[in-house]
């Protein structure tokens, strides 16, 4: 592996203008093809096949196919002015008006008032009005968006509060290019303070936007054909700039060093990336393990995102290892200190960087009290993770907004008209195939879940054409994410088989309250099987690269404990609200079902990514000679640092995203910046040389049959040393010959 890195490296340093050019040219296809691409299509409603409400759903579309559940939808609510009715003369007219000029537009399907429907609360205080819509929300035109934002003003200045719900006039979260730059400026400052250059500083952000651009243009480009949305295309940009930053700095950082020990610039770009790359190879490789496994969940979205993050990170990596060289080879010295570029020796400038800096002081640190640091890390990342035992999952829907957008106040006020349970009704379909009787089959069903406990009130039971199905909905008391829905739910469809042998029809519970009670439940079921599945992938993967047992089976723990305190901190912010305001979250509540499994990937791949910077860089210096505990030490010399500045970069990129107005994004933005705080401050900075110093030689123990049976990929460039110039540092005088050639 390392010597065909070094091979590619020095390849793309002596074909630097080729490898810009190729690069230059794939950007300049998929941004011509993003350019010419057509929109996205998401017709395609099947969010989780296999479970009931998605069954359901799927039969509504089969038995009653004038229905397009696809189609946009306005639910306009009116409140009377205090002490007024809706029902009175003026109000009336002004609500017959406004249903009136909605029904007008050219796209509309339908509108029904509030007076013909019977959509008046009880002490007339509140009514609603529907219209639907031939098209979906994205394809409305301006002129239907501007008559009904016309006619809902009209109604306003006659007195009423109007506000619409649905997807008509949603609106949309905006787009994450002011996340990406805040990520990109914070990572800028990062990169200056570590390097102390502003062409070694500039290079990984050159690198990563590029990188970014050819993802996020790829998505664009084969939207069409997969459907892929922008939620995709954030969570790409999200992780393609933090590891394609991260995976530049740590090559340039190598080159550097090389050139610091000696080397002309081809021979340190190969060494840099003959090694550095190496790591980079095997962390990416484990993030992508991570991103890809998300297909096993059986989740058409979860699958689309991750396999697009995916593929922004396998485009970070190979940038890193053929367009990084090849800058490196167009401004050789650019990147170097500002000594030796003025002319300082290169020995004079080792000499400086092999002696004790910040990462030694903190390695012997840990190393003289190595059980003290590991208890109070455990125990501190512990407490953190008790409130996960709390989690509750949901997705949240226009309760989670804020109460500065219109759909916010118009669920607010169905629900202080008409009750909590308005917001999620539940949509019972009635399959009488096999009834004898199917109008009766439906009027008991109808009958038996209007007298279940929590249920407040129940629709008339609607026939297709055909006849051989039904459809009504129960409103239940209390909201959609409150638990008791949820044992509603459960409760409905356990009386089935009891109807079903009565009456010869079956049935079965949908819409959106069902729909993500069934989801939650799915994919609460299914994250134990995912993450067994990455952790056993990626252990053998860190098998293969450290050759040890236990240094594997201590990076899988570490990131349990990182993974479980940042859901710790997620649930302490999002659904309790400890600090929820200084992070613009209004509305406080269940964890969107998505986000932990998805955090629970992306958490193990980074997490992996520091395991192998760090922990391959002490691996390289015992194989070379060094004693575990001058290993931990030599390793934390040279990486703590880029370390430190690549966990930093993360975390600011990160951190951009909570300003993010789709709920999903800040949540996942802010999980994932205080995971990587957690995992590469606390676990890899701390837990890690504890562990070690404690485990000593066993450390690095692999049985001899296992070693036979292992590959030798030669992550720590022992072949590139051996036929090198060997380092001048403190540490060269304990190479052993025979460990280089073992490895």
């Known amino acids: 592996m390392a010597t065909l890195l070094y091979r590619l490296g020095r390849t793309a340093f002596r074909r630097r203008w080729l490898v810009a050019l190729l690069w230059a040219l794939i950007l300049g296809a998929v941004g011509a093809g993003a350019a010419k691409a057509p929109a996205a299509d998401d017709s395609n409603t099947s969010f989780m096949p296999g479970i009931e409400a998605q069954k359901a759903f799927d039969l509504i579309g089969e038995r009653f196919p004038g229905s397009d559940a696809n189609g946009a939808d306005a639910r306009i609510v009116f409140k009377a002015p205090h002490g007024e009715k809706v029902t009175a003369a003026d109000n009336r007219a002004a609500i017959d008006t406004l249903v009136s000029e909605a029904a007008d537009g050219p796209q509309v399907a339908g509108a029904v008032g509030p007076f013909k429907a019977g959509a008046v609360s009880k002490d007339a205080s509140t009514a609603y009005a529907t219209v639907t819509y031939k098209v979906k929300a994205a394809d409305l ?4 968006k501007n008559a009904l934002e016309g006619a809902v003003d009209e109604a306003r200045d006659a007195g009423l509060t109007v506000e619409v719900g649905g997807t008509a006039l949603a609106s949309q979260p905006a787009a994450g290019g002011s996340a990406e730059s805040i990520g990109i400026v914070l990572a800028a400052v990062v990169l200056l303070i570590t390097f102390g250059s502003l062409a070694a500083a500039g290079l990984p952000l050159l690198t990563a936007v590029i990188g970014v651009g050819i993802s996020m243009c790829a998505i664009l480009a084969l939207g069409s054909t997969f459907g892929l949305d922008m939620t995709t295309g954030t969570l790409a940009s999200m992780l393609g700039l933090a590891v394609g930053i991260d995976y530049a700095l740590f090559v340039v950082s190598r080159y550097r060093e090389e050139r610091a020990n000696g080397h002309e610039p081809r021979e340190a770009t190969g060494l840099a990336v003959g090694t550095a790359g190496s790591a980079v190879v095997f962390a990416g490789l484990t993030v992508v393990i991570a991103l890809a496994g998300l297909s096993v969940i059986g989740v058409p979205m979860l699958t689309k995102m991750g396999l697009c993050a995916a593929g922004a990170v ?49 390695a012997r640190f840990v190393l003289r009290r190595p059980l003290t640091v590991l208890l109070v890390g455990v125990v501190g990342l512990g407490a953190l993770a008790l409130p996960a035992t709390q989690l509750e999952m949901g997705m949240p829907g226009d309760e989670a907004k804020p109460t500065s957008t219109t759909e916010r106040r118009a669920y607010d006020a169905l629900a202080d008209g008409f009750g909590a349970g308005f917001n999620g009704p539940l949509t019972v379909v009635v399959d009488t195939k096999g009834a004898d009787d199917p109008a009766q089959a439906a009027k008991t069903i109808t009958g038996v879940i209007e007298r279940t406990d929590g249920v407040v009130s129940v629709s008339p039971a609607q026939f297709n054409e055909a006849g051989d199905a039904a459809l009504f909905s129960a409103t239940p008391a209390t909201g959609p994410n409150d638990e008791a829905t949820k044992d509603i739910v459960q409760t409905i469809r356990a009386e089935r088989p009891d109807l079903e042998a009565r009456t010869g029809a079956t049935f079965e519970v949908t819409g959106s309250t069902a729909m993500n009670i069934d989801i939650a439940r799915a994919l609460q079921d299914a994250l134990v099987p995912y993450l067994a599945v990455i952790v056993l992938l990626s252990l053998v993967l860190l098998l293969v690269v450290f050759r040890s047992l236990l240094v594997p089976l201590k990076a899988a723990l570490g990131f349990l404990l990182s993974v479980l305190a940042s859901l710790g901190a997620v649930v302490a912010v999002f659904q309790w609200g400890w600090g929820a305001q200084l992070l613009g979250v209004e509305q406080t509540g269940p964890i969107m079902s998505l986000m932990p499994i998805f955090l629970v990937g992306i958490v193990f791949g980074l997490a992996m990514d520091y395991e192998v910077f760090l922990v391959a860089r002490m691996r390289e210096a015992y194989v070379h000679g060094e004693r575990p505990a001058q290993a931990v030490v030599t390793g934390f010399r040279h990486s703590a640092r880029v370390v430190v500045a690549a966990a930093a970069i993360m975390i600011a990129v990160f951190s951009g995203f909570v300003g993010s107005g789709e709920s999903m994004i800040k949540t996942i933005g802010f999980g994932l910046a205080v995971a990587v705080l957690f995992d590469a401050f606390v676990v890899r900075m701390a837990l890690v040389p504890a562990v070690l110093a404690l485990l000593g030689d066993k450390a690095w123990w692999l049985p001899r049959r296992l070693d036979k049976l292992l590959p030798h990929v030669d992550v720590e460039g022992a072949t590139l040393t051996a036929r090198s110039v060997p380092d001048a540092g403190p540490e060269a005088g304990a190479h052993r010959p025979q460990e280089v050639v073992r490895t």
């Open 141 to 144: 035109t301006d002129a239907d």
């Open 314 to 362: 396998v485009a970070a990596v190979l940038i890193a290892l053929t367009l990084v060289p090849a800058l490196l080879g167009m401004w050789p010295n650019a990147v170097l200190p500002r000594k030796m570029r003025k002319g300082g020796s290169a020995a004079a400038h080792q000499g400086v960087a092999g002696r004790a800096n910040g990462g030694t002081r903190w």
